[in-house]
């Protein structure tokens, strides 16, 4: 996790300086930093590496599953890495199976994690779990005697489901699952200051707004579809 943190850190600073166009010799100090850091690696099980080394996991059923904090909250494994894509899920598989996810906050990044992975399914049972066996009759998440952490994860999750923007271009309803037949939502935040609006049914979006600063263009993918949008 903290190589994942580090990286990400780096790539944003180069990111800025691309933006700002300044700072061309500190730009090249990260990116030989970036190529020395331990790559994101498959293990023995095709999971997802927790260490440097594929250790023999001594609680594979435990509640943390950091190691995958590069496909959530980060975006270094997308379906552009597909193999890391399919490690990240035996990784979650292989925790479920062993008992994991059995608290509010952990469920709750489950859900983040299976809104990337693009499984709405998986997700939606995951968000009934967190309800049934996590949350109190306040709505209060239950990591005895209350942690924030699951309310705010489970929100998180919902809007992941319904709209992501870290892979380039912004996704409508990139997890949506079987259960949502048909629903709505208003002024979703995208990357690049965007604010999405949209309603669908049976699974295809009916109506898209975004809103941003006039004539900005953005990328969305929909129904199928990826088209270019000028506000």
């Known amino acids: 996790m903290d190589i994942s943190i580090v990286r990400e850190l780096f ?29 994101i690696r498959t293990g023995k099980y095709g999971q997802i590496m927790e260490w440097s080394e594929d250790f023999e996991e001594g609680d594979p059923g435990h509640r943390h599953i950091s190691h995958l904090y590069a496909l959530y909250p980060a975006a270094q494994i997308t379906k552009n890495t597909p193999e890391l894509f399919e490690g990240a899920k035996k990784t979650i598989e292989r925790r479920l199976s062993h008992g994991g996810g059995h608290t509010g906050w952990s469920r709750a990044w489950i859900i ?13 049972e995951n968000i009934l779990a967190l309800f049934t066996k996590s ?11 209350f942690q924030i952490d699951g309310n705010f994860g489970g929100a998180a999750g919902i809007a992941e489901m319904l709209l992501q923007s870290h892979d380039g271009y ?6 949506l699952p079987d259960a949502w ?9 995208a990357r690049g200051g965007f604010k999405v609006s949209c ?17 900005k263009k953005c990328t969305v993918k929909y129904n199928g579809e990826t088209k270019e949008y000028i506000c």
């Open 11 to 39: 790539e944003f600073n180069i990111d800025a300086i691309d933006a700002l166009g300044e700072d061309a010799e500190f730009k090249e100090i990260l990116l030989d930093k970036i190529s020395k850091l331990p790559p």
């Open 112 to 124: 983040n994690f299976y809104a990337r992975l693009c499984d709405g399914n998986a997700a939606y």
């Open 135 to 145: 949350t109190l009759p306040n709505m209060f998440d239950n990591h005895p005697p």
């Open 170 to 175: 912004i996704d409508i309803l990139p997890a």
């Open 181 to 189: 037949k048909e629903g709505e939502f208003k002024d979703l935040a």
């Open 199 to 215: 309603r669908w049914k049976d699974g295809k979006v009916e109506y898209l707004d975004i809103k941003g600063e006039k004539g």
